[in-house]
């Protein structure tokens, strides 16, 4: 004989299965803490002036090849206190270095022939821990982004220009200071009067004998 019981007032008393996001009250402790480090990338006591996405290459003088160095932002950095402005560009995922040079009064920036989004400069590179006599050459995403390099490269070359000369005159300026005090000096010596010597007067005086008696003349013979 069939049953008439329902079939979902048979379900009601069997065991619901556990859903998956259902919160069991447990607490699971980390097996390992990690602490935070500090992470310091050398660049805490500048200030960035430029910071652009780029692409970099540098020139390989035995294969006479253009080689990619990396991809990722290039930026001019000044020092907080020197003044000095050095170009850091660092790769994208792993902050590799790729560029690290100061920027230099004798540097020059050159757009690269046939492409107005890359331009060319040399420079003594320290990226590799030596320095190293590089061509490099950048290109950018658009025409704005590489004149945009272009002018601050030559303005901060400039800076440094001008930075220099200043140096040199007030390093001018102070040794001449010094010069002028130390003559002052030597001429105020020269014109000071010689006190007369105590032993000279002495000299000038009649000697007195050890008895305090002064030594008669010798009568002349008659």
Known sequence: MASTEPEHERRDGEEAPAGDDEDTGAQVAPIVRLEEVAVTTGEEDEDAILDLKSKLYRFDKEGNQWKERGAGSVKFLKHKETGKVRLVMRQSKTLKICANHLILPTMSVQEHAGNDKSCVWHARDFADGELKDELFCIRFASVENCKNFMETFQEVAESQQ????????????????????????????????????????????????????????????A
Do not use: H, I, M
């Open 162 to 221: 001008k930075k220099e000369e200043n140096e040199d005159a007030k390093a001018t300026a102070g040794l001449l200071d010094k010069l002028t005090v130390e003559e002052k000096k030597t001429e105020d010596k020269s014109g000071e009067d010689v006190p007369a010597s105590k032993e000279v007067g002495k000299a000038e005086t009649e000697p007195t004998p050890a008895d305090g008696k002064k030594k008669s003349e010798p009568a002349s013979s």
